[in-house]
């Protein structure tokens, strides 16, 4: 397992959005999290984005909107 962390928010949703969105009744904070950081909220601070991943599979997801 490794963790990928990530400064970039639309690479960040691009890497885990499949992830999320398989199970996205669970998943529906991270979502809307990654969805308000795209638009520009909480921009007065970077937000830490990790995926984990194990063989190349995400198989979790952390993030905080302000570090």
Request: aromatic fraction near 6%.
């Amino acid at each position: 397992m490794e963790i990928d962390f990530h400064d970039d928010v639309d690479a960040f949703a691009a890497a885990v959005g499949p992830y999320l969105e398989a199970h996205e009744a669970e998943n529906t904070l991270p979502i809307g999290i990654i969805a308000a950081l795209r638009s520009g909220q909480y921009a007065d601070h970077p937000p830490l984005l990790a995926a984990i991943e194990d063989a190349g599979r995400t198989v979790a997801v952390a993030l905080r909107p302000t570090a």
